[in-house]
């Protein structure tokens, strides 16, 4: 079953919007890291929203792949964009793969 991205966003905003309320500094202190790469704004909305996404499918969150879709758009990224930096993630969590995979075989010496 596809998921519904607009619902579950909205539901992301309102459970953060909970923690909100009970931890006040920690959603605080995230909104200071995501504005901190704002203030010099070198790479601009849309690359960092593109980078976003490539981070957001690398490590596996959901939650992220919702917000940051709906803010990359809104910044003028289109689906081409979006597939480039996808493709991104794809080849370095390949190539993140291959390098770590020596630390198998290491291990594998390092047994026997």
Do not use: F
């Not at 909305?45 to 957001?56: C, F, T």
């Amino acid at each position: 079953m596809m998921l519904n991205w607009n619902e579950y966003r909205q539901q992301v905003l309102t459970g953060v919007g909970e923690i909100a309320k009970l931890s006040p500094d920690t959603v605080r202190g995230y909104g200071s890291l995501g504005a901190a790469g704002q203030k010099k704004d070198l790479l601009g909305a849309k690359v960092r929203e593109l980078i976003s996404l490539a981070v957001a499918v690398s490590i596996r969150c959901d939650g992220c792949i919702a917000v940051h879709t709906e803010a990359a758009i809104k910044q003028g990224a289109t689906r081409e964009e979006i597939a480039e930096a996808l493709g991104v993630a794809v080849a370095l969590n390949a190539g993140a793969a291959l390098v770590y995979s020596t630390r198998v075989m290491d291990a594998y010496t390092a047994h026997g």
